[in-house]
Structure formats: structure tokens, C-alpha cells
């Protein structure tokens, strides 16, 4: 009997890991000029569904032409019986700028999102999860979406590109020019696809004085709370 369970599990451990090497994630190239393309080049296997960075959620294979303008990490999950597999394929870009304090685009440094607000999503799979997250980010809130982007603790985050604001200047603020804000959402990693999802919610705006191009993080709580309010509950509306 001892045998029989042993064999059974060596069996099972093989077809998972089977369905593993199926799941593939790359880049035609390891290294671009800025301004040069790359072919991002998926495969999900046995998976049911994925989602892929730059492209959403997904059933099949497929390829995307890409133009990055820094070194960026893309990221593959894939959903199926097997639970859910992680692939990342990274692109340096040399010639790039790095991360600009005064543009736009979202820091690197996700430690910089403040005043967290926690919410969970069940009995959605995971990759549903995501595609209506980023449905929310940039089809309802109009913001440009980066990610799924990997962490140092094994969760998927999103993160926006900056937005401007009026609303989030008052107007007795006569110094301050004008405010900015990105938002970030974190999906705590699960290792199968009928799991409860936590999501952590988090801002970051910035404001710029009069007559300054200098943009600064933004330390009061007031302007982040009602934006991340905002976007909890649009998420928390969604259907299951």
C-alpha cells in the first residue's frame, strides 16, 4: 500500500511539473537600444487562462511587439488544475533615462505608496481577478496600467502611471500649483485558483508649487484617502 501512495504522488509531482514546462515566457531579445522593439512570446499549456503583462487576460499563445523605454520585467500567470504558475522575462534597455522624478510613469520604488487599505476578493480565479482589476484602472479610471509586476515577497502588483487633478487642489491652496496621483494595487500570491485574493490598495500623489517644475511627494493623508476610498469601492463593486 506504502508503495502504491508513493507512486501515485511521483506520478502526480510529474504531470504538474509537465504542465510547468508547458507555461513559457520570452523575449526575442535580452538587450535593446532605447527605442528598439521586442517581441514578447507566450505559451500556457495545459492552463486554462493567463494573464500576460501588455496584453490582459488571455486562452491562448500568442506574441506582442513591444518598445520599452527602461529595463522592464514582464510577467505570465497561468491558471489551470495544476493551481497557479509564475513566469517573468526581463528586457534591459540601454539608453534609457532611468526612473524621471518630473515625468509621469510610476517609481520603481513601491515603498513610496502610502496608507493602505485592505479588501479580498473569493470564488473568483485568480486571472479574473486581475483582468477585472485592470479593467477598472484603465478602462473605468482611465489610468495607463503597468504590470503584473513582481515584488520581493512573491505578490502582483499593479501600479498607474500618474494622473493630474484638479480636484485634488483646494482653493484656498494658493501656493500649490497643481497635484498628481498614482495608485497601486497588490494581489497577495495564491497557489491555487479557488483561494481568497487580499488586495492591498495604496497612492501616491505628488503636488508642485507655483512657479516650480520641482514635483514632491505628497505627505497628508487627505489626498490620498478619498482617491484609494474611491478605487476600493469601485472594486469591491465588481461582480463575482
Known amino acids: 500500500m ?8 511521483m506520478v502526480l509531482s510529474t504531470i504538474v ?18 527605442g528598439q522593439s521586442v517581441k514578447l512570446k507566450w505559451s500556457i499549456g495545459k ?34 488544475k495544476f493551481g497557479v504558475l509564475y513566469r517573468t522575462a526581463t528586457i534591459e534597455v540601454e539608453g534609457s533615462r532611468g526612473n524621471d522624478p518630473n515625468d509621469d510613469t510610476p517609481p520603481t520604488d513601491f515603498s513610496k505608496y502610502k496608507y493602505p487599505l485592505i479588501t479580498k476578493r ?9 483582468e477585472q482589476i485592470r479593467q477598472v484602472l484603465q478602462d473605468d479610471m482611465e489610468f495607463s496600467v503597468y504590470g503584473p509586476l513582481p515584488s520581493l515577497s512573491g505578490n502582483i502588483t499593479f501600479v498607474t502611471n500618474f494622473k493630474h487633478k484638479r480636484e485634488l487642489v483646494k482653493s484656498d491652496e494658493k501656493t500649490i500649483a497643481e497635484r498628481k496621483i498614482s495608485h497601486l494595487v497588490e494581489v497577495d500570491r495564491v497557489t491555487n485558483s479557488t483561494g481568497e485574493c487580499a488586495l492591498t490598495i495604496k497612492a501616491l500623489v505628488k503636488y508642485r508649487k507655483a512657479r516650480e517644475s520641482t514635483w514632491r511627494d505628497e505627505r497628508n493623508e487627505e489626498f490620498y484617502r478619498p482617491e484609494s476610498e474611491n478605487l476600493k469601492k469601485k472594486i469591491d463593486g465588481l461582480p463575482k
Open 2 to 9: 506504502i508503495r502504491l501512495v508513493i507512486v501515485a504522488v
Open 17 to 34: 511539473v509537465a504542465y510547468g514546462q508547458e507555461v513559457q515566457l520570452s523575449l526575442d531579445l535580452a538587450k535593446v537600444q532605447m
Open 47 to 80: 492552463a486554462d487562462k493567463a494573464f500576460v503583462s501588455e496584453v490582459g487576460k488571455t486562452t491562448s499563445d500568442g506574441t506582442k511587439e513591444l518598445t520599452p523605454d527602461r529595463t522592464t520585467t514582464y510577467t505570465l500567470i497561468a491558471e489551470g
Open 122 to 130: 473569493k470564488g473568483a480565479s485568480v486571472v479574473d481577478v486581475l
